[in-house]
Structure formats: structure tokens, C-alpha cells
């Protein structure tokens, strides 16, 4: 089984909705992330934390929300989707090091 | 100007052919280097780790860093058609665990 899992895989909603997107670690890491990924931009950080306890912003926060549920578990929530959230969105994992491991990622489009 | 600059390709070479790809980064404090490698509509998968300057081997590839010209460099020996992809460099600094990633360089290698 893979160590970081994300749900759901695909996903299409309309403008306005709320949406979540959940990611999972068997890791035992305490570092959490959320990416997004758009084509010529690379990789952006929205949210990251290091505990239970402890929620940060990233560079593009705004209209994003997160909750750490558990030291396993990071949700993305979208309280009001635009279609300039259209994306691709990655969870990631870090221990102890620098290096962090991905989740397969979800496709979201917002129409 | 973006922290770290990656051109985006495409890159095409014939199979055997040895790669060279590159990023250029504008923060001296840059200390751990880091090579993912992302097939499409996947995750990125960690390829290469190092910290500081120096170079790292590990199979077909080796990962150099140059931290007087803030330059590093993924090589691959005997490419193979297995080896297209995108391929993304991403570091960070001492104390800051968060990654900055290049936007991503795209490789064909043809067979």
C-alpha cells in the first residue's frame, strides 16, 4: 500500500461549491503539506504543519482552509471553489529530514 | 524573479544519450538539494538528495551542486526511454523545512 494516499483522485465540482480533499500518511511523519500544481508554475505551497497543533500558511493561501484531524491525516478545503482553482493538488509528508514523499495527487476542475 | 529558475523544456534526446539538467537559485543560505522525478499524472517521486556542494551517484545518476555559482545539476547516464518524465529540483535552507521548487524540466528521451 502506498504511504501517502489522497481522496479523491479526480474531481469536478461547480463554482461555489465547498469542497474537501483528504490525505492520509503511513509514515509516521509529523510534517504535513498542500501543493498545488499548475502547467509552467511548479509546485506552491498553500498550508503546511508541523503538529497537531501547529497550522501555517504558505505563499497562496487565500480562499484554502486545512485541518490536521490526526498526526496521519491533513484536509484541503476549498470553502468556495473559483475556476482559477482548477488544479492539480499534492499532499506531502516530511520527517525528520529535509526530503519530503508525495501523495498520488487529485485533479480538480472547477467549472 | 523566481528563487530557483528551471528551463522548462522540452528536453528530447535519443535512448543511451546522457542528460544534463539544470537549476539556478538566487539564495546563498540554499543548503539541501533535492531532484524529484514526476511521470505523468503522478506524484513526484524523490530522485536525489544532497546537502551543500559536492556531487552524489546513485545508478545512472548523479546529482552535483555547485554552491559558489548557486547552480545544480541532475546527470543521467545511458538514458532510457523509462527516464521521460518531468524532472523537478527543489531546496531549502537550514531551519526552514518548507521546499522551493523550479517549475520543472520535461524529458523525452526517444527510443
Known amino acids: 500500500d502506498a504511504d501517502v494516499t489522497q481522496t479523491p483522485r479526480n474531481r469536478i465540482t461547480k463554482t461555489g461549491k465547498r469542497i474537501m480533499l483528504e490525505c492520509s500518511q503511513t509514515?509516521?511523519?509529523?510534517?504535513m503539506y498542500w501543493y498545488r500544481q499548475d502547467p509552467g508554475l511548479g509546485l506552491r505551497l498553500i498550508y503546511y504543519s508541523f503538529d497537531v497543533k501547529d497550522i501555517n500558511k504558505g505563499e497562496i493561501s487565500d480562499g484554502y482552509s486545512v485541518s490536521r484531524q490526526a498526526q496521519a491525516k491533513f484536509s484541503l478545503s476549498l470553502e468556495s471553489a473559483i475556476p482559477n482553482q482548477t488544479a492539480l493538488y499534492f499532499c506531502?509528508?516530511?520527517?525528520?529530514?529535509?526530503?519530503?514523499?508525495f501523495g498520488p495527487g487529485t485533479r480538480l476542475t472547477v467549472t | 524573479q523566481k528563487e530557483v529558475e528551471q528551463d522548462p523544456g522540452p528536453l528530447s534526446v535519443p535512448e543511451g544519450a546522457i542528460v544534463s539538467l539544470n537549476c539556478t537559485y538566487s539564495n546563498s543560505a540554499f543548503q539541501y538539494f533535492m531532484w524529484y522525478r514526476q511521470y505523468s499524472r503522478k506524484g513526484p517521486e524523490l530522485l536525489m538528495y544532497t546537502y551543500s556542494s559536492g556531487n552524489k551517484e546513485d545508478g545512472r545518476f548523479t546529482a552535483q551542486v555547485d554552491k559558489s555559482s548557486k547552480y545544480i545539476s541532475l546527470f543521467i547516464r545511458d538514458s532510457q526511454p523509462s527516464d521521460s518524465a518531468t524532472y523537478l529540483c527543489a531546496m531549502s535552507r537550514t531551519g526552514r523545512r518548507a521546499l522551493t521548487f523550479g517549475s520543472g524540466t520535461r524529458l523525452q528521451v526517444q527510443p
Open positions: 509514515k509516521g511523519h509529523d510534517r
Open positions: 506531502a509528508t516530511q520527517g525528520s529530514g529535509y526530503e519530503q514523499y
